[in-house]
């Protein structure tokens, strides 16, 4: 167990906000927020936005981090001792962002190949039959099961070799020495493709767009259910992620610090983003004579068509911008895509008394087998039903049982001195327990029930028999795991730091 506790340490303090910070930062940031940003009020979603963050994120992750502090272990080694019965709820989550990594794998391999087609804008005139007929080969059909992309599943080889070659290290030798370098690198190369967007002409055009408040909006529930459904998926809320990196801490964090200092960070590094693709946006809307609002799409859409659209006009500084531009979202896919691993591999390590190095090669040799059905024809349309089935259900679903668990039956108060003793800023009291007991629950659960309706009366037949197999396909995963005898003698015995 000593040797375990070793590999499985932050280096320093240091490392463990930048690595949470990688976590937080990635396609959720690029892709999402500026959308989510554009469709909710433009300026007026601050409003909700910051509102989510003060009342739900920071908040929330105080929470995540002091009980994740205080057992110093995995998320199912603790429910086990807060609940000598409920080992089944601690191993859903791991399994559940596992299952986000499968899909995450995916995206990254698509955005690998654009950064090589980046070079010679090798999308052709027409990105938007590129990406979907001849690089995905779309099908939505379900026979496309049968017709595997060997392009696809080669960069999505190529990535899980790169998880592989970090993950199994020792936790400070692989992900927090990644992330010092990957993380600080992040933000200095969206400083200079946003600095180059800003000067493009008709930049002005695309953010008067972005901003142009509705304040209208702000009577309507649907723009706070955005407000919170971004932050809960822009800052990994919910998932164990930050459990499992709080547990990895030596004796003296300063976990209050800590949590509002990788809010703010997230947080700079997404408007930044919209700052970015609405000038680009603008610059593209000036040249085509297209409004900003016929070009604004969600997801996959705006980086891999959107995108190489503009790159397409953008000239000779294309073969710079586009190639920085895709390696960015290789990056932070790449950190936020590490941090997916590691509750599912250390609730492993502790159940079974396996080494971090052997647990890291299974599960990357498991994941990688089960990412190839994203290399078929029919990968990109799973890709949208489980990507909706996370979002909607699974995500939101975590942060309710995490406020119960954690804020009720381990009971939150027992936190407040540990937490306020170490903090050198902010303190907590009556109103965080107030928040973490009552609204936040009350209100996610709100929110969930809305996702839920909305899946039902939106998706269609093959839609939902697919998100039933999935579910199941986490349950009964879930189940095995909870069944199997643990191997290791001291899964039993849970210390508390607090
Ligand atoms: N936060 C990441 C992003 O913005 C996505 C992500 C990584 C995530 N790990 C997660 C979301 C766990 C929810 C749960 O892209």
Redesign the pocket.
């Known amino acids: 167990m000593e040797i375990m506790a070793d590999k499985n340490e932050w280096g320093s303090n240091l490392s463990f906000i930048l690595a949470m910070i990688g976590?937080?930062?990635?396609?959720?940031?690029i892709w999402?927020y500026p959308y989510v940003l554009y469709s909710n009020g433009g300026g007026a979603f601050y409003i909700p936005y910051i509102v989510a963050i003060l009342l739900m994120g920071i908040p929330f992750l105080i929470l995540e981090y002091g009980v994740g502090y205080n057992f110093k272990s995995s998320f199912p080694k603790a429910i086990r001792k807060i609940h000598s019965n409920w080992e089944y709820l601690g191993w859903l989550l791991p399994v559940a962002?596992f299952m986000?990594m499968i899909y995450?794998s995916a995206i990254l391999g698509w955005d690998g190949i654009y950064m090589i087609l980046s070079f010679t804008k090798g999308w052709g005139a027409n990105p938007d039959t590129f990406f979907a007929t001849t690089l995905l080969q779309s099908s939505d059909s379900m026979s496309g099961l049968a017709h595997f992309i060997p392009i696809i599943a080669v960069a999505m080889l190529i990535g899980w070799v790169i998880i592989w070659f970090i993950s199994h290290r020792d936790l400070e030798e692989g992900l927090g020495k990644v992330s010092k370098v990957l993380v600080p690198a992040l933000f200095i190369i969206m400083v200079i493709i946003v600095g180059f967007s800003l000067t493009l002409p008709g930049a002005s055009i695309g953010l008067a767009e972005l901003f142009n408040p509705d304040w209208s909006l702000l009577t309507h529930f649907e723009i706070w259910m955005a407000a919170f459904g971004q932050i809960?998926?822009?800052?990994?809320?919910?998932?164990s992620?930050a459990f499992t990196y709080a547990s990895y801490t030596s004796d003296d964090a300063d976990l209050i610090t800590n949590t509002i200092s990788i809010a703010l960070a997230n947080s700079l590094f997404e408007n930044f983003a919209a700052l970015g693709v609405f000038s680009i946006l603008g610059y593209m809307s000036l040249q085509s004579g297209t409004a900003v609002a016929d070009l604004v799409t969600q997801g996959t859409g705006l980086v891999f068509v959107v995108y190489p659209t503009v790159f397409n006009v953008l000239g000779q500084w294309a073969y710079v911008l586009g190639p920085l531009f895709f390696l960015t979202v290789y990056l932070?896919g790449l950190t936020?895509?590490l941090?997916?691993i590691e509750p599912l591999s250390f609730s492993i390590q502790n159940k079974f008394g396996l080494t971090r190095s052997r647990t890291m090669t299974i599960l990357v040799i498991v994941g990688a087998a089960m990412s190839m059905i994203y290399a078929t024809a029919y990968g990109g349309e799973l890709l949208g039903f489980v990507d909706t089935f996370i979002n909607q259900i699974a995500?939101l679903f975590g942060v309710i049982l995490e406020c119960i668990i954690f804020a009720w039956i381990f009971k939150a108060e027992k936190l407040i001195d540990f937490l306020n003793s170490r903090s050198k800023t902010i303190k907590v009291g009556k109103w965080w327990l107030v928040i973490v007991k009552y609204i936040l629950p009350i209100f996610i659960s709100i929110i969930w029930i809305g996702g839920l309706i909305d899946v039902i009366n939106t998706g269609t037949m093959e839609q939902l028999n697919f998100t039933v197999v999935i579910a199941l396909l986490l349950l009964i995963s879930t189940g095995i795991f909870t069944i199997m005898p643990a191997k290791n003698p001291e899964w039993d015995d849970t210390e508390e730091r607090v």
């Open positions: 976590s937080a930062v990635g396609l959720g940031n999402r962002v986000i995450y809960v998926f822009s800052l990994s809320l919910g998932m992620i932070a936020s895509i941090s997916t995500l």
